[in-house]
Every structure is written in C-alpha cells, then in structure tokens.
C-alpha cells in the first residue's frame, strides 16, 4: 500500500446542506459536471430530485410486466398439466381443461410474480441489502437522517477530482464540505446475526425432517389432523346410506329420462352387438349356436361385422390380444385351446369328478358359428357358467376381445385335413387328459 | 412544498363565466332528442318497447355518471384525499344533474308501472306475471306503488347527500372554516353507506328486474363499477373542457390527470373483477334458472356482442391505460376518456337490450339479437342534453374550485412520485 497519493485514502467528497432547494441545486451541478458515481442522501422523499440527478427511469415496469406474464404463462400451464394432463378429473361435468375456472389462480400468480418481482427486484436495482457505508462512519452524516440534506461524489469516479468536487459541492449553499475516509474496519455481519441465520436455518428443517420421517418411519400413534374440518367432512360418499332421502341412500337416482354424461349408448352396434332397428338383447337364451331365440324365432339381429366406432384393425387386435391376455387366457389358455391354468389346475384336483364344468375350447364348431354380435354379447354377460365381463371391460376392448377370438379360430386349432395347413402333417391336438400340468406335490396351492 | 404557489386563486377568480349559453344548448338538445325519440317510438309501432327500452340505457348511462360523481365526491372525504381538491368542484356540480334526472326517471320508469304499461318491465303486466311462480312471488316488492316510492326514496338520499356535500363545500368558499372539512368527513361514512344501498337497490329496480325470474347480489356492485369508470372520464373531459374556457387553467395539473387516469384503470379491473365474478359463479353452479339470462347473451345472436364486451371493456382499456405516458398526455387520455364512454354504453345496451325481445317482447333474444334504431342515439341525445343542462346550471356563476379548503394548497402542489 502507497501513501503517495492522498486522493486513494478518501473514499469520497461529503456537502451538506440545510434545505431542500440548496440540495437540488447542488445535485444539478453535480450532474451536469458529468460525475457518474455519486449520491444524494435525503431525510425524505424530494419530488424531482431523480431529475436534478439525471436518473434515468427505472426499467423495473418492463421487468414486472415481463414476470407478470411469465406468472400468467405458469399459472395456465400449472393448471392444464395437473386437471388435463397429469391427473385427469371430471369435476361438475365441465371440460378437463376449462379456463373460466382457471381464471382465479392465473389471476393470482400474476399478482404473486408481479408482487415478488416488484420487490426483490427493487432490491436488486438498488443493490441492497448493503449492509455497510464508508459515510455512516461520519459524525456529521448521522443528521441526514433527521434534518440534513448530503451529497457525496465517490473517489471511484473515473473523473473524480477532489478540488474541483469541493468547490462544486460548496458552490451550492453548502452548509459544510468535508472528505469521507475510506472504510478500513471489516464490514462484518454482526454475531447476533449469525445466530440468528443459524436457528433460522436450523427451523427451516424442520418440516422437512417431519416430512421425512412421516414417510419412511412407522408410528403406533394415530394419524395427526391438522385440519379436522377437511378430514371430516359433513358430507355423503357415494354408496352409503343417508335418512335424509326416503330410500335411505346418500346417492340420488338420475331423474327419470335423464342420462348422465358419457352414459349415452344409442349406438346400439358398438353397445350391444346389435343392429340399430333392433331391440336391446337382454336375458337371452341360448339355442344351439343362435342366442336369443323365442318360438323358433330369432329375436335379435345380431351383427355379423365389427362396429363403425371400432372397426377391424391392426391395433384392434393387439389391444384383443393384450386383452384377451388378462381377462380371457386363465380360463380358455393362450391359444383359445379351453386350457388356461384354471382349467389345468382343476384338472390336476380332479375337479371334473364333482361337476365343475370345463372352459370351453374357442375352436368349437359351435363357437365359431356364432356372429360377432353374439360373441360380443357372450363377453359381456358370459354364457352358462361363464361370467359377464361387461362390468370390467370397456366396449371398445369388448369388441377388441372378438377380434382376436376370431384370430385365433383362424390360425389355431386346426384339424389334420384343413386346407389351411397347405400338406403339412398335423400331430393330433392335445386334449386336457394329455397335459401333465405339475410336479408339484398334490397339496400345493 | 420547496416549489410554492405564489398564491392562492382568490374567489373572484374562479368563477365559472358565461356557461348559460351552453346550458341553453343542451337543453335544447335535450328537448329535441326526447321529443324525436317520442316521435320515432310511435312511429315504430311495435308498443313503445324499443322505445321504453333506448330510454332506459340512456337515463342509466346518464345517471350511473351522476352517481359515479356523487361517489367521487363522497370517496375524497371519506378518504381526506387532498390531491383532488382541485377537480372536486367539477364533479359535486355533476351531481347537480340528478335533480333533473329525477323526473325522467320517474316519468319513464315509475309512473308507467302504476298503470300497468309494461312497455319496459314485463311484470308490470299482471297478465304476464300470472302464472309464473317466480314472479308472483316477487310481486310484493315489484309492484308500481312501491316503485315509485322507491325511486322518490333513492333520489332523496342521492339529492339529499349531494345537497349536503356541496353546499358545506360552497359555504366553506366564503367563510374558509376548516370545521366544514371535518364535519364532512364525518358524516362521509353514512353517506357512503347510504350511497350503497340506495345505489344497489336501483341497479335491482331499474335493470336486474327486466329479467323478473333472473336475480344476482352482485348485480348493484357491477352497475356501480361501470358508473363510477365512466364518471371519471366524464370528469376528466368536462375538466379539459373547462381549462379550454379558460377556467382552472394552472390549477388542474397533469398530475391531476394522471390520478384520474390510474382510478379510471384500476376500475377497468374492477368492473372485469366484478364482472368475471358473477359470471363464474354462475357458470360453475350451472343451474338453470340462474345461467338463462347469460345464456341468450354469449350463446346466441348477442354473442359477438358479448366478445366485444369482454375485450372492449377489460382487454384493450387495461392494455391502454396501463402506462403512465398515456395517462400523463391531456389528448391521449382524452381519446381514451371517449373510449370508456363508448364501452359503458356499450356494457348497459348489452345489459338492457336483449330483454327487450324476452317475456313480453315475445322472442327469443338469443334468436332475435341486436336491433339498433336510431332512438338509441336520439335518447342519448334526448337525456345527454338534460344532463349536460342540470351540469352547467349547478356550475354557472359559482366558483369552479373549492378555494376555501384547507387542502387546496396541498391539491396545487400535488406531484405523483
């Protein structure tokens, strides 16, 4: 470090003065000699004052606006991936994705970036906190709190010229010019402070810990209700009882001549199997190959194709074979064959002897004679000992379900004469007797 | 403060000149836009009801402007505002207009329902209220009796409540006393309460009652938001009005102005706020008796008239006036002044006219959609002249500025950081 220069040792040039007028004036002289690094210090807000100085306007509107419109962008965005991408939820009948409801939050996180913005970014521009001044060290500076007015040009400016500077700041009514020392002390928080941060950090974990714990940690004690009000609710749940209504049940009936939304089946093709003009199948009987005879007549038109609103494609028959897979295969096996596990299961307890009736094969000529309406109405609301499966099984793979039966009737089964194997020689198909299912003791599950 | 007003204008200085001639033409207007509304009204032959109905969305667009004014005043107390003490005048002598008002309304609207002419309120008729269990429900506060009384009652308090306000201020010109202030503002709050209801209750009389089945709470706070927007942009053009006569000239400064201009967009928020509120409510409960009255206005033949609302009165004012340059230009603000006048007319023509084809009308209005004819601007002509009248009356020969307040000095120097 050098002495030499008396100008490195101050950190700046102090005027006061004792009225509003003489500051502006004395910040006008500043500004128009051209010094860039300086300051007024005022007890109060002085209108005009950032004109006096040259400020330019501040460009924190263009920063808000931009915020704000990024906060309008989020809350939008927020809304779409949690109601109509993320977890899709019908609420009041109204659209997925429904911006008169969304129109409350984007409100508000426009308010919320554009507050926060606002904020911080004042403090930003401002570079604040700024948590030591060279100035505060001056006895005389402590008034521009109170009743006096100052300006300071700092040494760092690039034209800083300590004379001139006091003879600028005296030009002006000054009440007193004096050189502000460089700050040589550490400008360090104080140690109450660091306290402070540190007990603060310490709570922030806190939530986080219980979280934690909450999640990986088992307790005997009963759930904490933070918000009773939310976790009892003085309302109904679907299928449970209420006296209010006469029937005793919380759930109303749809009034009569009503449908409910999405429940409207007037596609009788795709719903029931069944030409348009006919009636509704319901308690069908089962009449040699043909379902739903009544004197000698058939009652139904059954549909011999697929529906317009799922027609034969590629992607029908891989959804039918997935399909088919989960709901199907344990009873009539992989291939169609009436072997699923089940089947060879009873087989191995000998469950034929004591009357269960064994899956029958889809090869059959039977099953092949039947229409697709047919087989899409077996589906749903099973056959003989078969179960529906109209409650757990969607339409649309109802109908992807017949296709890949239809598949596989024309590629499995095939008998030692069919003109499908083109002269291949075929090993008589395998009958349940045949399949050795386990080697598993006979107790086993 | 630090840049001083030399000195105070003195009384003699401020008092509004020569203002009895364009008093005179305004009444003139007034006379013939009423009587050429009257004319074309019989002319149409279709029972007076475009008629009744043109009349309606002008008396409510000049009234709402009284009331936004009445408002305007009471709120600068209320509030012990000082940097409006320079353009108070202007609208305590806006409410002088309602003692003219007052007749029409009551000519219009009240007398009529005595005698069961239903030519703008369709239960006015009994025939049509009989049978509908809404509205015979209602009938024991829709009656013509209690009507009448109801409008005498609300233009008491209003005429009243101006009455005091300004009086106390024109006293307070000559005697300077300061107690005038404070006992203003004290009974501010009473006033303001009083305002509420009254103003409330006719919006529910007036307008939401058009639709007899159809009912809203919030419909008194949305007739309001729309009034007191387009109240200040009446203010700040009968202000600029007044400084092009040579009046207030250095007084109402640009800082006055942009005051005017933040209130008149924070209102266009206000009047979206309100506006978004009733219809979301309404829209998410989806009951039927509640969505009609909107459904024939966004779903059917309204329904560009309905987009227009949405973006003319909230998209482009907010977009607008949201910078202080705007605010800050007399001419600028000016144009925009005339734009919020446009689009309160706009928000009460789409409020009033399509009931015109409902119920008695015997249409659908979402079929039948906006009739336009001319007696919608002969009426605005017709009640604009009486407005622009009951103005000037109250304003000639008096002072334009409220010299005696104490916070006039204040007002002067106000500067917006």
Redesign the interface.
């Known amino acids: 470090m050098s002495d030499s220069n008396p100008q490195e040792k101050i950190h700046g040039v102090v005027g006061y003065y004792t009225?509003?007028?003489s500051v502006?004036e004395a910040s006008r002289r500043v500004r128009d000699a051209g010094y860039k690094r300086w300051d007024s210090y005022t007890p109060f807000?002085?209108?005009?004052i950032d004109d006096a100085m040259g400020i330019k306007p501040t460009i924190l509107p263009w920063i808000v606006l931009c915020m704000g419109l990024t906060g309008l962008g989020a809350g939008l965005l927020l809304q779409w991936y949690t109601n109509a991408y993320d977890y899709v939820f019908l609420i009041?009948?109204?659209p997925d994705w429904s911006l008169?409801?969304n129109?409350?939050v984007t409100f508000e996180m426009v308010i919320a970036f554009s507050a926060f913005t606002t904020f911080f970014g004042m403090l930003a521009l401002n570079k604040l906190p700024h948590l030591s001044n060279p100035l505060h060290k001056l006895e005389r500076f402590k008034r521009v709190t109170n009743d006096r007015f100052a300006i300071c040009v700092e040494a760092a400016d690039a034209n800083f010229d300590a004379t001139r500077v006091r003879s600028i700041l005296s030009g002006a009514n000054a009440e007193a010019v004096e050189d502000c020392p460089v700050d040589t002390s550490r400008a360090a928080l104080p140690l109450w402070l660091h306290g402070v941060a540190a007990i603060a950090t310490c709570l922030t974990f806190i939530p986080l810990a219980t979280a934690f714990k909450g999640r990986f940690a088992t307790s005997e004690k009963p759930r904490l209700h933070v918000w009773p009000d939310m976790d009892w609710q003085r309302k109904r749940k679907t299928q449970t009882e209420w006296e209010m209504f006469p029937d005793g049940r919380a759930m109303r009936l749809p009034v009569e001549g009503t449908v409910a939304q999405g429940e409207l089946r007037d596609d009788f093709e795709f719903y029931y199997g069944v030409a348009q003009d006919s009636s509704v199948p319901a308690g069908v009987t089962y009449d040699s190959g043909t379902m739903g005879m009544k004197d000698g007549q058939a009652q139904y038109s059954w549909l011999a194709n697929y529906p317009s609103k799922a027609p034969a494609t590629a992607e029908l028959l891989e959804r039918g074979q997935q399909r088919y897979g989960i709901y199907c295969a344990v009873c009539h096996g992989d291939v169609g064959n009436g072997m699923g596990s089940v089947a060879l299961r009873a087989n191995e307890i000998n469950a034929l002897a004591t009357g269960w009736v064994q899956p029958k094969s889809l090869y059959s000529d039977n099953a092949k004679a039947y229409s697709n309406g047919e087989l899409y109405h077996i589906v749903t609301h099973g056959i003989s000992t078969m179960k529906g499966y109209g409650a757990q099984v969607k339409p649309a793979d109802r109908w992807a379900i017949v296709a890949y039966v239809r598949a596989l009737q024309k590629t499995q089964g095939l008998k030692p004469n069919d003109d499908r194997l083109d002269g291949i020689e075929l090993k008589p198909a395998p009958t349940i007797k045949d399949v050795r299912v386990s080697e598993a003791p006979s107790d086993a599950r | 403060m630090q840049h001083g007003i030399a000195q105070l204008p003195q009384r003699d200085q401020v008092i509004a000149r020569d203002l009895a001639k364009p008093a005179g033409v305004g009444l003139v207007v007034g006379a013939i836009g009423l009587g050429l509304t009257a004319v074309l009204g019989f002319a149409a032959k279709d029972h007076m009801l475009h008629f009744g109905h043109s009349m309606l969305v002008a008396i409510m667009f000049f009234l709402s402007i009284c009331l936004g004014a009445l408002f305007f005043t009471l709120l600068q107390h209320v509030t012990s505002a000082g940097w409006s003490v320079a353009v108070r005048r202007v609208a305590e002598a806006m409410t002088g207009a309602l003692m003219f008002l007052f007749p029409l309304v009551l000519g219009f609207i009240g007398i009529p329902v005595l005698f069961e002419m239903s030519y703008i309120y369709d239960w006015a008729d009994p025939k049509f209220a009989h049978g509908s269990e809404l509205i015979e429900g209602k009938l024991g506060y829709l009656n013509g009796v209690f009507l009448v009384v109801r409008i005498v009652l609300y233009f008491a308090i209003w005429i009243g409540v101006s009455r005091f306000f300004v009086g106390q201020s024109r006293a307070q010109d000559d005697d300077q006393d300061p107690a005038r202030t404070i006992k203003m503002q004290r009974r501010s709050g009473v006033a303001i309460i009083l305002f509420g209801l009254a103003t409330t209750f006719a919006a529910f009389d007036f307008m939401m009652s058009l639709n007899a089945e159809w009912f809203s709470t919030m419909y008194g706070v949305y007739i309001f938001a729309g009034a007191f927007w387009s109240s200040l942009a009446t203010l700040a053009l009968a202000t600029m009005w007044l400084e092009k006569r040579g009046q207030l000239q250095g007084v109402v400064t640009v800082e006055h102005y942009h005051d005017i201009g933040k209130l008149m967009f924070a209102f266009t928020f206000f009047w979206s706020y309100v506006a978004f509120s009733q219809i979301m409510l309404y829209w998410y409960a989806d009951i039927p008796e509640e969505t009609h009255w909107f459904h024939y206005r966004i779903w059917g033949a309204w329904n560009g008239f309905s987009i227009l609302l949405m973006v003319g009165h909230f998209i482009i004012p907010m977009l607008g006036l949201l910078s202080r340059h705007v605010k800050r230009r007399r001419n600028v603000l000016a144009a925009w002044c005339v734009y919020v006048l446009v689009f309160h007319f706009v928000d009460l023509y789409w409020n009033i006219m399509p009931e015109m084809a409902n119920g008695i009308g015997g249409g659908d209005p979402a079929v039948v959609g906006p009739a336009f004819s001319p007696m919608d601007l002969t009426a605005m002509l017709g009640v604009g002249g009486v407005f622009i009248f009951g103005f000037l009356k109250s304003l000639d020969g008096k002072p334009v500025l409220a010299i005696g307040d104490p916070r006039l000095p204040e007002s002067l120097a106000f500067e917006n950081v």
Do not use: E
């Not at chain 1, 807000?45 to 005009?48: E, K, M």
């Open positions: 009225d509003v007028d502006m807000p002085v209108h005009g009041s009948g109204k008169p409801a129109i409350p």
